[in-house]
T-cell receptor, first 111, second 116 residues
């Protein structure tokens, strides 16, 4: 199974940038890197995905290392509503449907 | 916006009961999924379906079955509920994009099932 490594928890202050790291050393060449987040009492929510190049959307930015063995989700200005568990995922090798969720990083945002 | 709707947020059932968890998506997605989420274990895939009447087992299918008679609806069935099936159940759907799925999954809010 695809495996990623993330810190168990991180803390940030409101309106400051947050960099959430992820290691995915077993990633294969065609695996996309996905980030989801799960707010309290909600289902996971898609945040962003990428393959090789850095990506930006209205929620966040994704910086992917050149060797693709790690990536960083960047929240440019954290808000209290960004407090959630953030999951970094890549597809299992050869699978084009399955996402394997790890334990994620619990992000706490302080006012 | 994509919407995935799970029929109940909370359910309480008794051991041995047959339980149906319903999920409906409104974006014509081919793929639908059922997960369960338990503290310390994360999300685990129970079953998924890539087309009407098609299903495949996920990582933990034992004690569950599924039904997909229409594209928009995917049901999870607990034939005889047991206390170890007390959990948060999450439904998701995704669109297969071309030949290489980017596989963005859209989740429902979840059903918290308690089996007493």
């Amino acid at each position: 199974d695809a495996k990623t490594t993330q810190p168990n928890s991180m803390e940030s202050n409101e309106e400051e940038p947050v960099h959430l790291p992820c290691n995915h050393s077993t990633i294969s060449g065609t695996d996309y890197i996905h980030w989801y987040r799960q707010l309290p009492s909600q289902g996971p929510e898609y945040v962003i995905h990428g393959l090789t190049s850095n990506v930006n959307n209205r929620m966040a930015s994704l910086a992917i290392a050149e060797d693709r063995k790690s990536s960083t989700l960047i929240l440019h200005r954290a808000t209290l509503r960004d407090a959630a568990v953030y999951y970094c995922i890549h597809n299992s090798g050869g699978s084009n449907y399955k996402l394997t969720f790890g334990k994620g990083t619990l992000l706490t945002v302080n006012p | 916006d994509v919407k995935v709707t799970q029929s109940s947020r909370y359910l309480v059932k008794r051991t041995g009961e047959k339980v149906f968890l319903e999920c409906v998506q409104d974006m014509d997605h081919e793929n639908m999924f059922w997960y369960r989420q338990d503290p310390g274990l994360g999300l685990r895939l129970i079953y998924f379906s890539y087309d009407v009447k098609m299903k495949e087992k996920g990582d933990i299918p034992e004690g569950y079955s599924v039904s997909r008679e229409k594209k928009e609806r995917f049901s999870l069935i607990l034939e005889s509920a047991s206390t170890n099936q007390t959990s948060m159940y999450l439904c998701a759907s995704s669109l297969l994009v071309g030949g290489l799925a980017k596989n963005i999954q859209y989740f429902g809010a979840g059903t918290r099932l308690s089996v007493l």
